[in-house]
């Protein structure tokens, strides 16, 4: 099986440099539309779905393979070898931003920059780490996915969104959890939310931006700084938009602290 094929990757724009667009959970490419065209005639735009979301091979899906983020860090790694390409500028929203993070640690030579948008390296506090969840939430919310992939998907789309005012935001949202598979969104969910990476930050020699939202109930604004703090080379900006998926509710704003940083 081709790997293009296996994570649906689109190649579009132009520009001896690349750009790569990596969705959160529950999402797929089409969650860039608003912001990869910005850069389409500056970078080579590499797109694709994550294995188990959008129009991936969901045969290719393996829990063994994806039961940590690595296995989606090697996938990220092979398709850039797929193209040929290097030093791509990888642009990793919410778990993917730890996924970039995971993948350059492994083949720093592919990277040039990653912007991490609403990262998080551990959402569960533990001692002086705040991540924003006590363990028996993370479990209530991994127990409500598991018994009403549906309703948590109603409940949980506009809580992430964080835009009560465009409620067409929270329903795209919303349809596009409804749509993953519900047996991966379960596995995906649970990796996602007790994955710990925090040691991992130390190791990425990459220079990342950090673009970190005013309000956020899945990655807090200290969370963000944490990120911040122990990445060795990193820049921070705090976006005035709120939620979690500033990508599509405030896409100008992350245009703009995207040039800032390139």
Not at 154 to 173: K, Q
Request: hydrophobic letters at 40%; aromatic letters at 8%; glycine letters at 6%.
């Amino acid at each position: 099986m081709s790997v293009l094929h296996r994570n649906n990757v689109a190649v579009r724009g132009s520009g001896e440099k690349a750009m790569m667009f990596a969705h959160g959970f529950g999402c797929d490419q089409n969650m860039w539309r608003l912001v990869y065209p910005a850069f389409e005639d500056e970078y080579r735009i590499v797109l694709f779905d994550h294995v188990g979301a959008g129009k991936s091979d969901l045969s290719a899906y393996d829990h063994d393979k994806y039961a940590d983020l690595q296995g989606y860090a090697d996938d990220v790694v092979e398709i850039l070898r797929e193209l040929e390409l290097n030093d791509v500028i990888f642009v990793g929203h919410s778990v993917s931003a730890m996924i970039g993070a995971l993948a350059s640690i492994k083949a720093p030579a592919l990277f040039e920059s990653i912007v991490m948008v609403g990262p998080s390296p551990r959402y569960i506090d533990e001692g002086d780490y705040k991540g924003g969840f006590s363990q028996s939430q993370i479990e209530e919310l991994l127990d409500f996915l598991d018994d009403n992939h549906m309703g948590w998907s109603a409940a949980m789309g506009p809580t992430i969104m964080g835009n009560p005012d465009r409620p067409e935001l929270s329903e795209e949202l919303v349809n596009s959890f409804c749509r993953t598979d519900p047996d991966i969104a379960r596995h995906f969910a649970r990796v996602t939310f007790t994955s710990d990476n925090r040691d991992d930050l130390s190791r990425v020699n990459t220079r990342t931006l950090v673009l970190q939202c005013e309000e956020d109930v899945i990655a807090a604004p200290h969370v963000g700084q944490y990120v911040h703090e122990k990445l060795p080379n990193s820049e921070f900006a705090l976006l005035e938009a709120t939620g979690h998926c500033p990508h599509l509710s405030a896409p100008d704003e992350v245009i703009s602290a995207m040039r800032n940083f390139l």
